[in-house]
């Protein structure tokens, strides 16, 4: 957040000073709008799992706090945390409508892995035993095992993007505010010691679909390098951007109550480029 | 193996596999040599030399021994270890090659195939001038009279060590042997290669070596080398060194349980030789009820005898050994297993095995194996209407864009 921040402060002060330049370097700005961007974001992102307590819980003794903590972990447990790891993702628009800002279909995908730990129930002693068949294992006492494990989830995701980007054309105010919406199909896979994991009727691979919104504000480096961004346009690159954006995702199968979950409020960064 | 050619500097890659019988010390190898010939005939009389001595290898069983040769020249060692209880065989390997030249031979004209042997030394200390080498004391072998103005193709082959009984291959004793070539063809070859079928057994030998190493180094020399043959004559050789001496076996491993799997660890202790390449993990159910070892028993002579080749088996390839471990995986969870540890050296000689250690696979709990809730796997056909919706979106608007609409 300090690093957008500085970068927020710089961007101002640059504008200010560097507006005018821009202008002369390119005044024909406001006729010529990108037709294509992408983008290479990355931020924390941690999935809700479920509505329900205990396989929340669960999430966290296998992914969490519990993969990391030596010893005997019961109910009575407190502080396990949540995975926050990090998710990067690739994102491209395509604009097809000039309505004041650009509005356009956007697609992207994304890439999130937690290690974990498999969980080994224990007797009083702390000596490992089978787990009782069918007993939730968030309530009895458990050890972390000795068997690595693996959550993958690839976000797919598909919508609109509406990009304000009249001040950064008019006026060269290098901001773009913008919002995303859309749809989402969240595949993920576990493996454990490498291989899918498998349990009855359960195989460790699904899908969960879901929708999105999301707010950022995309500042236009071209005025950092302005003279670079001018012959960069007759290239067609149109400029590159650097990105802040928060996201509500909701990606809970439209309410289904027994998928993963990976519902999620985080914010990202991301550095893209757009193409005419 | 690394096989270094005389007339210029030569190596080749492939695997190659040697195998000795412990107390005696008999080996078993499989190479194919050619000497490659690209050059055409020209002038009648032209003399013939040999151009390249190239090994191609068969036989590498189980792919256990296969492996690069060695770089910069050098000679690895080959391994000494025995093939019976592995293979439940004691075939010899075979070594066969071919011999191709450039030119055409001249009048009188003789080609010769012979071994010889010396102590090992890393890098073949021995120079190039002395290698391959005859004079009027070497024992009388016979050679090939090759026909004039003939671009010849010859072939020979034969099973090591077997075939070179009686020879007495050692350390101290240059020894000689021939092999006449029984087959002659005749070609004009370019670009191509040719393989004979051809391993008829040669001169009775023995290798008398039973620890230490030696170079075996296999010679080819065309020329007037009836009798002599000099350092001015075309020639070529590779040699390949046998390691007669088996590793120090490493320490136990530890062992970690896990879920239908153990995890098997060898430390950098474990270690006391420095051409270790591998370690070999042999394991089984531990027997029960009258087969059930006594409680402080750690040998494993349950591996010894069984062999190498019993499934299952796993190798610790790592050969950097700072964490070398191996997940074994497929086993059943509350019985116990006995694990069983050897190192292999670079020769493939395999050392005696380190204690047996045991461990029991335990049942642990996965993600999905416990999950409280209600998880339905899978993938769903609920996110069909979605992405149906968003492909005719998407090609609506590529209409649109197609007629110029913005």
């Known amino acids: 957040m300090m690093i957008a921040a500085w970068t927020l402060a710089a961007a101002t002060v640059a504008t200010v000073t560097l ?21 290479f974001r990355l931020g924390p992102y ?70 974990g730990r498999t969980r080994s129930c224990v007797d009083n002693n702390a000596n490992p035993e089978p787990c009782p068949a069918g007993v939730d294992v968030t309530t009895v006492r458990t050890i972390r095992g000795n068997t690595p494990t693996r959550l993958t989830v690839i976000p797919l995701n598909a919508g609109l993007v509406y990009r304000f980007d009249l001040l950064d054309r008019r006026w060269g105010i290098p901001f ?29 691979m699904g899908a969960t679909a879901g929708y999105h919104g999301a ?62 | 193996m690394n096989a270094v050619g005389g007339n210029g500097a030569m190596w080749v890659r492939g695997c190659v596999t040697m195998r000795f019988h412990r107390g005696i010390g008999v080996a078993v190898a499989g190479v194919l040599v050619s000497v490659l010939g690209l050059v055409p005939s020209t002038a009648l009389g032209q003399s013939i030399t040999l151009s390249e001595l190239t090994p191609f290898l068969e036989n590498c069983d189980l792919g256990l021994n296969c492996r690069d040769l060695g770089e910069n020249d050098q000679c690895t060692l080959l391994n000494s270890a025995t093939c019976t209880s592995e293979v439940g065989s004691t075939q010899d390997r075979e070594v066969s090659f071919i011999v191709r030249t450039s030119g055409v031979s001249a009048a009188n004209q003789d080609m010769v195939i012979w071994v010889e042997s010396e102590a090992y030394q890393l890098g073949s200390a021995t120079p190039d001038s002395e290698k391959c080498i005859r004079d009027q004391n070497e024992p009388k072998f016979d050679s090939l009279k090759l026909e004039t103005d003939r671009a010849p193709l010859g072939s020979a082959g034969f099973n090591f060590p077997a075939d070179l009984t009686g020879l007495n291959l050692n350390r101290d004793n240059p020894a000689r042997t021939r092999w006449t070539l029984s087959q002659i063809i005749y070609e004009a070859i370019e670009n191509t290669t040719q393989l004979l ?37 075309p020639r070529k050789w590779f040699e390949f060194a046998v390691d007669l001496d088996k590793p120090s076996p490493p320490q136990p491993p530890s062992v970690t349980s896990r879920d239908s799997g153990v995890q098997v660890s060898l430390t950098p202790t474990s270690v006391s030789e420095d051409d270790v390449e591998r370690w070999e993990v042999i394991y089984r159910q ?36 700072q964490n070398a471990t191996e997940n074994i995986g497929g086993l059943t969870n509350g019985i116990p297993y006995e694990f069983c540890v050897r190192t292999v050296d670079r020769a493939a000689n395999r050392s005696d095995f380190a204690a047996k250690v045991v461990a029991t696979p335990q049942d642990e709990c996965d993600f999905i194996e416990c999950y409280p809730g209600d998880l339905r796997t899978g993938c769903s056909a609920t996110a069909l209407p979605m992405w149906a919706l968003l492909a005719l979106g998407g090609g609506w608007v590529w209409r649109r864009r197609q007629r110029g609409l913005r």
């Open chain 2, 286 to 321: 531990q027997p029960t009820g009258a087969d059930a070892p006594a409680p402080n028993d750690t040998s494993c002579t349950w591996a010894e005898t069984s062999g190498t080749c019993q499934n299952p088996r796993v190798e610790l390839v790592n050969r950097q050994i």
């Open chain 1, 176 to 204: 773009v505010p913008y919002v995303r919406g859309g749809v989402d199909y969240y595949l993920w896979w576990d493996r454990v010691d490498g291989e899918i994991s498998e349990s009855g009727d359960r195989e460790g």
């Open chain 1, 46 to 115: 941690g999935p809700r799992i479920s509505d329900n307590r205990n396989d929340r819980r669960y999430f966290r003794l296998v992914y969490g706090g519990g993969a990391e903590r030596e010893g005997v972990i019961d109910a009575n447990t407190t502080g396990l945390s949540a995975p926050n790891n990090i998710q990067f993702s690739l994102v491209a628009d395509w604009y097809v409508f000039d309505l004041i800002g650009q509005l356009g279909l956007s697609g992207g995908v994304g890439f999130w892995t937690v290690k």
């Open chain 1, 215 to 276: 707010v950022g504000l995309a500042i236009n480096l071209s005025f950092v390098e302005p003279r670079t961004a001018a012959a960069a346009a007759r290239r067609g690159i149109a400029g590159t951007f650097l990105t802040g954006e928060y996201r509500r995702t909701v990606a809970d199968h439209f309410g289904r109550s027994n998928r993963l979950e990976f519902s999620d409020m985080t914010w990202s960064v991301g550095l893209g480029v757009q193409f005419y």
């Open chain 1, 19 to 39: 507006g005018t330049e821009t202008e002369e370097v390119d005044p024909n700005r406001e006729e010529r709008t990108a037709d294509f961007g992408v983008e």
């Open chain 2, 197 to 233: 079928d051809d391993t008829a057994p040669l001169t009775a030998a023995q290798c008398t070596e039973t620890s230490g190493s030696l170079t075996v180094r296999l010679c080819v020399a065309i020329g007037n080398t009836s009798s002599v043959v000099t350092d001015a004559d």
